[in-house]
């Protein structure tokens, strides 16, 4: 009864516009008030869930990716990623998903690239005759690969909720993520044959080394975090630190573009950003401790363990839950309140826990993509200036490339743990 009040309490709070993580800190204070318990008491829980050196991590990768945007790494990644492809038919849209790939070794974000890259690639598509829905779609669904390839901001919250190597995830997702965008350019390739979307000229070997020489530099951030964490130079936290000072120095070095204007730009940017999901990480964590003491958990694996007799029907039903459950709440939130539950009943099962781990962040990035709530639906309709009704029809398709990968990560766990396996 009391769990059933607290989730009415909450919706109506979300459905009247209360942003999420205060909704779920008044539905907590209230829950605490009720019980006698104390507002003292939720305030230092609010706190011990913020408490979280690893936590560092995500403002740090968040101010690296502003500081290489802010540099115009973006323009200069666009750029080589069209010379490289361009000359396909529907060259612009494999290009959109390249540079969503190569953008993700920076930023980590999906929404992030969606922003960054966003403008940018639907004005140039919308200049080479692409109809704007084909533009907005293939723009937020390449910017879910920014989550799947190190560095990623959702796979340290994962890491430090469930307990699993950061390094090991950041690897986990590095075939996934390349599927990803494989996928994603073959249906862009069959959809511009149709309906005879233009190419761009090939600019020739020489052209496309000079480009390659020039994003030289800012295409080798993933390998410096994962060489760094597998070499044992530094945690992944401090991974983070070291994607700064990289940014601050390639820009230095070899781009100097970032002025003083735009380094402050990226700082309040990524206080912004941080101070947003920070609240979010408050709530979670207040409401993680009224559920728990009510026993939800318990609950929800108790229901789990009724309808599952093994690791298949397990993610089955999490893959069905956080999709349905994507449809209308953020991703974050889904991560933060679901992953604690689930983890351990996939131990149970016998599941690796970066398999695991891979399962859900790719089951959250297509949840950014699905109607009504999609957030990745939201800033490209914002950025692309398209209508965000005719964007939710046209990226239902669009779900068809990462929902095949998400099928083949759940039936072959080596394309999840493989490279793990090896660096062990």
Same mark, same amino acid.
């Given at each position: 009864?009391?769990?059933? @009040?607290?989730?009415?309490?909450?919706?109506?709070?979300?459905?009247?516009?209360?942003?999420?993580?205060?909704?779920?800190?008044?539905?907590?204070?209230?829950?605490?008030?009720?019980?006698?318990?104390?507002?003292? %008491?939720?305030?230092?829980?609010?706190?011990?869930?913020?408490?979280?050196?690893?936590?560092?991590?995500?403002?740090?990768?968040?101010?690296?990716? =502003?500081?290489?945007?802010?540099?115009?790494?973006?323009?200069? &990644?666009?750029?080589?990623?069209?010379?490289?492809?361009?000359?396909?038919?529907?060259? &612009?849209?494999?290009?959109?998903? !390249?540079?969503?790939? %190569?953008?993700?070794?920076?930023?980590?974000?999906?929404?992030?690239? =969606?922003?960054?890259?966003?403008?940018?690639?639907?004005?140039?598509?919308?200049?080479?005759?692409?109809?704007?829905?084909?533009?907005?779609?293939?723009?937020?669904?390449?910017?879910?690969?920014?989550?799947?390839?190190?560095?990623?901001?959702?796979?340290?919250?994962?890491?430090?909720?469930?307990?699993?190597?950061?390094?090991?995830?950041? !690897?986990?997702?590095?075939?996934?993520?390349?599927?990803?965008?494989?996928?994603?350019?073959?249906?862009?390739?069959?959809?511009?044959?149709?309906?005879?979307?233009?190419?761009?000229?090939?600019?020739?070997?020489?052209? !496309?080394?000079?480009?390659?020489?020039?994003? %030289?530099?800012? &295409?080798?951030?993933?390998?410096?975090?994962?060489?760094?964490?597998?070499?044992?130079?530094?945690?992944?936290?401090?991974?983070?630190?070291?994607?700064?000072?990289?940014?601050?120095?390639?820009?230095?070095?070899?781009?100097?573009?970032?002025?003083?204007?735009?380094?402050?730009?990226? /700082?309040?940017?990524?206080?912004?950003?941080?101070?947003?999901?920070?609240?979010?990480?408050?709530?979670?964590?207040?409401?993680?401790?009224?559920?728990?003491?009510?026993?939800?958990?318990?609950?929800?694996?108790?229901?789990?363990?009724?309808?599952?007799?093994?690791?298949?029907?397990?993610?089955? =039903?999490?893959?069905?839950?956080? %999709? /349905?459950?994507?449809?209308?709440?953020?991703?974050?939130? @889904?991560?933060?309140?679901?992953?604690?539950?689930? /983890?351990?009943? =996939?131990?149970?099962?016998?599941?690796?826990?970066?398999?695991?781990?891979?399962?859900?962040?790719?089951?959250?990035?297509?949840?950014? !993509?699905?109607?009504?709530?999609?957030?990745?639906?939201?800033?490209?309709?914002?950025?692309?200036?398209?209508?965000?009704?005719?964007?939710?029809?046209?990226?239902?398709?669009?779900?068809?490339?990462?929902? /095949?990968?998400?099928?083949?990560?759940?039936?072959?766990?080596?394309?999840?743990?493989?490279?793990?396996?090896?660096?062990?």
């Amino acid at each position: 009864m009391i769990l059933a @009040i607290i989730a009415l309490g909450w919706l109506i709070l979300v459905l009247v516009g209360v942003p999420i993580g205060i909704s779920m800190i008044l539905v907590s204070m209230g829950y605490f008030y009720w019980s006698g318990m104390g507002l003292a %008491f939720a305030l230092s829980r609010m706190v011990d869930g913020l408490n979280s050196f690893p936590m560092l991590a995500v403002p740090l990768f968040i101010l690296a990716a =502003a500081i290489l945007n802010g540099a115009g790494i973006t323009n200069l &990644l666009f750029g080589f990623a069209r010379a490289a492809v361009g000359h396909i038919r529907g060259g &612009l849209g494999h290009v959109n998903v !390249l540079a969503s790939l %190569f953008f993700s070794g920076m930023s980590g974000s999906a929404l992030a690239d =969606a922003g960054g890259l966003g403008k940018m690639e639907i004005e140039a598509m919308r200049q080479a005759g692409y109809d704007e829905e084909f533009a907005g779609s293939v723009t937020a669904a390449s910017s879910m690969i920014g989550p799947l390839v190190p560095p990623s901001i959702t796979m340290v919250l994962y890491g430090v909720i469930s307990n699993t190597s950061i390094g090991q995830l950041f !690897l986990g997702g590095v075939i996934p993520g390349v599927l990803c965008a494989l996928t994603l350019m073959v249906m862009v390739y069959f959809i511009a044959l149709r309906r005879e979307y233009p190419r761009d000229q090939w600019p020739g070997f020489k052209s !496309l080394s000079m480009l390659f020489i020039r994003s %030289f530099p800012a &295409l080798l951030t993933p390998a410096v975090i994962v060489g760094g964490i597998f070499s044992g130079w530094f945690s992944p936290t401090e991974a983070a630190a070291v994607t700064v000072a990289y940014a601050v120095l390639i820009d230095l070095t070899f781009y100097r573009e970032l002025t003083w204007r735009r380094l402050w730009d990226a /700082v309040y940017q990524t206080t912004t950003t941080s101070a947003s999901i920070a609240m979010i990480i408050a709530g979670v964590s207040l409401l993680g401790y009224v559920l728990a003491r009510e026993q939800a958990p318990q609950q929800i694996a108790a229901m789990f363990l009724a309808i599952a007799d093994g690791p298949v029907s397990f993610l089955i =039903a999490v893959n069905l839950m956080i %999709f /349905v459950l994507g449809m209308f709440i953020e991703s974050l939130v @889904i991560l933060l309140i679901v992953v604690p539950i689930l /983890v351990p009943i =996939a131990l149970g099962f016998g599941i690796d826990p970066v398999h695991f781990g891979i399962i859900v962040v790719l089951n959250l990035m297509i949840s950014i !993509l699905t109607p009504p709530m999609g957030m990745a639906l939201f800033v490209v309709a914002q950025v692309g200036n398209i209508p965000y009704q005719k964007l939710a029809r046209a990226i239902l398709p669009w779900l068809i490339p990462p929902l /095949v990968v998400l099928l083949l990560v759940c039936l072959f766990p080596v394309l999840a743990t493989g490279l793990p396996s090896l660096m062990r």
